[in-house]
């Protein structure tokens, strides 16, 4: 029975920080995935509710992308020889941001970071592609995720989304915290588990493991956007936050659009 599984997202499926996994435990953004969203590319044509048309479009990647990797439909870039593997060449339909993304996450030490020093990165590709509302508006999901063993990351750039707009639609949301003197906060959301019955099971849906949030502002002042980082186990093991943060303390400072400073 092949399965795959997609964040809820806050809100009751928002699709906000949705993300999408391969096998049991899913994305993020997850937010499928994550599955939370790109809201746009800087210079592309923005209708007048990008944080609305965001969430929309995260909710329908994150839907597509858990049945198409469940379904193996996507590339996997593992080496043959065992060695951690490189990010997934971009594609016409990934959002500019994900090469950036990608190395940035995907780094030598990240196995160290979240925790599983003898695992490595098996997986390294985008978080999904582009979507075209009915006005012409274009909204990437602006996203790279990597798996090490049965744990997914994702990291998400939010254009549009700030911290307190994900706060609007998380449910179970923590206290608000900080990452290196930058607003964040941190949530969590259930991963739905979706059985595709290809190998004589029966097809269904369910809940899954918990996937963990922590969206973190881009300047000291949560002016507009933010960088979120998502973690969810194929084992349903809830993931580690204190891995989440040594992520983060490490990877953001290095994406561009971080200002740094407190």
């Known amino acids: 029975m092949t399965e795959a599984a997609v964040t809820e997202g806050p809100g009751e499926g928002t699709g906000l920080g949705e993300g999408v996994g391969d096998g049991i435990g899913g994305?993020?953004?997850?937010?499928q995935d994550g599955a939370a969203p790109g809201a746009g590319e800087p210079g592309r044509k923005e209708g007048p509710s990008g944080v609305a048309q965001a969430v929309t479009a995260i909710l329908l990647f994150g839907g597509t992308a858990a049945l198409l990797w469940g379904l193996g439909v996507f590339g996997h870039s593992t080496t043959p020889d065992g060695k951690p593997a490189a990010c997934n060449a971009p594609t016409?339909?990934?959002?500019?941001?994900?090469?950036a993304l990608c190395a940035a996450l995907n780094r030598p030490d990240l196995p160290t970071l979240v925790g599983l020093p003898a695992?490595?990165?098996?997986?390294?590709?985008?978080?999904?592609?582009?979507?075209?509302?009915?006005?012409?508006?274009?909204?990437?999901?602006?996203?790279?995720?990597?798996?090490?063993g049965s744990l997914m990351v994702q990291l998400t750039d939010n254009h549009r989304v700030g911290v307190q707009d994900s706060a609007l639609f998380a449910q179970s949301k923590d206290a608000p915290t900080?990452?290196?003197?930058?607003?964040?906060?941190?949530?969590?959301?259930?991963?739905?588990?979706?059985?595709?019955?290809?190998?004589?099971?029966s097809a269904g849906a369910g809940k899954g493991g918990v996937a963990r949030h922590l969206v973190v502002a881009k300047d000291a002042k949560?002016?507009?956007?933010?960088?979120?980082?998502?973690?969810?186990?194929?084992?349903?093991t809830t993931p580690d936050d204190a891995a989440l943060f040594r992520v983060a303390e490490q990877v953001l400072p290095t994406l561009q659009g971080w200002v740094a400073g407190a």
């Open 178 to 201: 900080s990452v290196l003197g930058h607003p964040a906060m941190t949530y969590s959301d259930h991963t739905m588990k979706l059985s595709l019955g290809l190998t004589g099971g």
């Open 119 to 148: 695992e490595h990165v098996s997986v390294a590709q985008s978080g999904g592609g582009p979507m075209t509302f009915a006005d012409g508006t274009k909204v990437y999901d602006a996203s790279a995720k990597v798996q090490l």
């Open 222 to 236: 949560a002016g507009a956007g933010s960088f979120e980082l998502t973690v969810w186990r194929q084992d349903f």
């Open 27 to 31: 994305d993020v953004g997850a937010g």
């Open 92 to 99: 016409e339909t990934d959002a500019p941001e994900y090469p």
